[in-house]
């Protein structure tokens, strides 16, 4: 099978990058690609370093096919609300243009798209399910929905075989990226697990739905493989709990007990710490998992940073 993960050397990539290689027989040809060079890509995979937003970059990319695709590229959205251009062109063109090139040379080839909670917009108390409507209030929950919109369309006309994935926030990413407005909820593993202060921009009752890093490569493993349906998409299982209580549980799990102090930020708190409750009954009947609770959150968390 001929493979191909873009943004593999972000976050999820480089998680996702790992499991591909622990279970691959070598048997499969796997490309990874992102904007420079990696130092962790395994010998056996091709890193094609290069940008999406580059036609002629994407035509040499594209032009032996792939069987699979994972497309995790993009840039986090407080930055594309900062650089609409930028937005517009790596969280928008880049994914409809690699997905033309992919159909015109192999129909058929399974597209999994990495999507967002952001699709959603302003929640309120509403509990959500793929059905839920979407009415993003940020440019890149914007690019996101025009994209699996697009995306249905090509399952539909048999163009591709798409599946994209509305994920929620996923920790704990590293402390150098930037740009997410849902940082904090990765940053408090980090200053918790260096017994460090760490003072919440959110109050501690805030509610978020929160993923492991290893639950979110296993959701993009188990959609991989399953049968395509007509403009599919996944809300995946996450596990809703307050902030506090991931606090706590990451004190647990760390055995350290630093000083936490709480916020107010009220834009974060109505995007991010406002999460109503999940209907994830669909994706459970598929096959996803989640994270089991919030100390097995906490110790996967622990396991990356």
Same mark, same amino acid.
């Given at each position: 099978?001929?493979?191909?993960?873009?943004?593999?050397?972000?976050?999820?990539?480089?998680?996702?990058?790992?499991?591909?290689?622990?279970?691959?027989?070598?048997?499969?040809?796997?490309?990874?690609?992102?904007?420079?060079?990696?130092?962790?890509?395994?010998?056996?995979?091709?890193?094609?370093?290069?940008?999406?937003?580059?036609?002629?970059?994407?035509?040499?990319?594209?032009?032996?096919?792939?069987?699979?695709?994972?497309?995790?590229?993009?840039?986090?959205?407080?930055? +594309? =609300?900062?650089?609409?251009?930028?937005?517009? #062109?790596?969280?928008?063109?880049?994914? !409809?243009?690699? *997905?033309?090139? /992919? %159909?015109?040379?192999?129909?058929?080839?399974?597209?999994?798209?990495?999507?967002?909670?952001?699709?959603?917009?302003?929640?309120?108390?509403?509990?959500?399910?793929?059905?839920?409507?979407?009415?993003?209030?940020?440019?890149?929950?914007?690019?996101?929905?025009?994209?699996?919109?697009?995306?249905?369309?090509?399952?539909?006309?048999?163009?591709?075989?798409?599946?994209?994935?509305?994920?929620?926030?996923?920790?704990?990413?590293?402390?150098?990226?930037?740009?997410?407005?849902?940082?904090?909820?990765?940053?408090?593993?980090?200053?918790?697990?260096?017994?460090?202060?760490?003072?919440?921009?959110?109050? +501690? =009752?805030?509610?978020?739905?929160?993923?492991? #890093?290893?639950?979110?490569?296993?959701? !993009?493993?188990? *959609?991989?493989? /399953? %049968?395509?349906?007509?403009?599919?998409?996944?809300?995946?299982?996450?596990?809703?709990?307050?902030?506090?209580?991931?606090?706590?549980?990451?004190?647990?799990?760390?055995?350290?007990?630093?000083?936490?102090?709480?916020?107010?930020?009220?834009?974060?708190?109505?995007?991010?710490?406002?999460?109503?409750?999940?209907?994830?009954?669909?994706?459970?009947?598929?096959?996803?998992?989640?994270?089991?609770?919030?100390?097995?959150?906490?110790?996967?968390?622990?396991?990356?940073?």
């Amino acid at each position: 099978m001929r493979i191909l993960v873009t943004g593999a050397d972000g976050f999820l990539g480089r998680g996702l990058v790992n499991a591909l290689a622990a279970r691959n027989n070598r048997a499969d040809k796997i490309t990874l690609t992102d904007l420079g060079r990696s130092e962790t890509c395994p010998d056996f995979m091709d890193f094609k370093p290069g940008d999406l937003g580059d036609p002629s970059f994407l035509d040499e990319l594209t032009q032996s096919g792939f069987d699979l695709v994972f497309h995790l590229a993009s840039i986090p959205g407080s930055r +594309a =609300e900062q650089d609409q251009a930028l937005g517009h #062109r790596v969280n928008l063109m880049a994914p !409809l243009s690699l *997905a033309d090139r /992919l %159909a015109a040379g192999n129909a058929g080839t399974r597209f999994v798209f990495a999507s967002s909670i952001a699709v959603y917009g302003d929640l309120a108390s509403r509990t959500v399910n793929p059905d839920t409507p979407c009415h993003p209030q940020l440019t890149y929950g914007a690019h996101k929905l025009m994209t699996e919109i697009l995306l249905s369309d090509m399952t539909r006309r048999g163009a591709l075989s798409t599946i994209s994935i509305r994920f929620p926030g996923i920790v704990a990413r590293p402390q150098s990226e930037s740009g997410h407005g849902s940082a904090f909820m990765s940053q408090l593993f980090h200053r918790i697990r260096a017994n460090e202060p760490f003072e919440c921009p959110v109050p +501690a =009752e805030s509610t978020c739905w929160w993923m492991s #890093r290893d639950a979110a490569v296993g959701t !993009l493993l188990h *959609a991989a493989g /399953l %049968a395509a349906t007509e403009g599919c998409i996944i809300q995946p299982p996450a596990l809703r709990a307050t902030v506090a209580e991931v606090v706590e549980a990451a004190m647990r799990v760390a055995g350290r007990r630093p000083l936490v102090s709480y916020g107010r930020n009220d834009a974060l708190q109505r995007i991010f710490g406002s999460m109503p409750h999940l209907d994830a009954s669909q994706a459970f009947s598929r096959g996803f998992h989640a994270d089991a609770n919030v100390d097995t959150l906490a110790q996967a968390a622990f396991s990356g940073v």
